[in-house]
């Protein structure tokens, strides 16, 4: 047997026994990204925490475009789906106008609920029981690190987007969060899209400063829409449990709200029920309302 023979043996016994490999078959799968969509690491000095920023482009069309800017709460959750709709709404119909969609991401490092329950609330819970992280009520710094930190980022690496038409999202605490921008930093937004806010947060806080504001008819410049889902209504005469307050009557927290909201000079309120939805369901159907009343296409 000549060397030159041994060798090409030698070299066919170390090959993997799937070679020659299957035909189409991929070695490493690679991660699935949605079209034209970015993620940028912003650390926050006022924080000192990391946060990253989700951005959805707008389409190649619409190029040198000036373009309404939609701010998310939640955006691992929240981000895909909306990113999704407005694709749909936008190109299939089309129901709304483009957007530059921007997620707002949990502290990187924190779990979702230490990071939600820490940036969107705006006060420390009257009621321990079953809290589920031990830090809350800092919303007020969190309004700062997206006024002084995030929008002079966006200026200059979004320069498609319009800053006189800034909207926002939320849904549960991210709403609660909204709705303490709206009555305290009007001016950060100009369209509020609120889906089953957590009003009833710390005894009622936000609704009884609502009704503060209405006693003194505080002008306010805003629009907002407000929805819930039909299920998110307690059974007449049932009231939660301590500690259980997200399990109570979220559809009249919406309406008190509405009702104090239509009392300030400047705002434009309504309010949508959602049949069939409770919390957990309720979001893709009320951002899909939101999109075509904050981006409608006119």
Request: proline share 8%; with cysteine; net charge positive.
């Amino acid at each position: 047997m000549s060397p030159l023979f041994r060798l090409f043996l030698m070299v066919c016994c170390l090959l993997p026994l799937s070679w020659p490999p299957e035909v189409g078959a991929q070695a490493t799968p690679t991660a699935y990204a949605l079209d034209r969509t970015e993620v940028h690491r912003l650390h926050s000095r006022l924080l000192q925490r990391d946060y990253e920023l989700y951005i959805g482009l707008p389409p190649e069309s619409e190029a040198g475009a000036r373009l309404p800017l939609l701010f998310v709460t939640d955006a691992p959750v929240a981000f895909p789906v909306i990113r999704a709709m407005s694709r749909r709404l936008g190109h299939e119909g089309p129901q709304s106008q483009q957007m530059v969609l921007v997620g707002l991401s949990y502290a990187l490092g924190d779990s979702a609920t230490v990071s939600r329950n820490r940036d969107y609330t705006p006060s420390q819970r009257a009621s321990k029981a079953e809290d589920s992280s031990t830090r809350y009520g800092e919303a007020e710094a969190y309004v700062r690190f997206i006024r002084e930190e995030v929008l002079p980022y966006l200026a200059i690496h979004v320069p498609q987007a319009d800053p006189s038409r800034r909207y926002f999202a939320g849904h549960s605490y991210g709403s609660l969060f909204g709705a303490h921008v709206l009555l305290h930093h009007t001016d950060l937004f100009q369209r509020y899209i609120l889906s089953s806010p957590s009003l009833w947060y710390d005894q009622e806080r936000v609704l009884r400063e609502a009704a503060q504001l209405a006693a003194k008819r505080q002008p306010l410049k805003a629009q907002v829409l407000l929805l819930a889902g039909a299920k998110e209504q307690a059974a007449p005469g049932r009231r939660p449990r301590p500690g259980r307050e997200a399990d109570g009557d979220i559809v009249g927290h919406v309406r008190r709200f509405e009702r104090l909201l239509a009392q300030l000079p400047g705002v434009q309120v309504q309010s949508q029920i959602i049949p069939d939805e409770d919390h957990l369901s309720a979001f893709p159907s009320a951002m899909v309302r939101g999109l075509r009343w904050a981006l409608p296409r006119h």
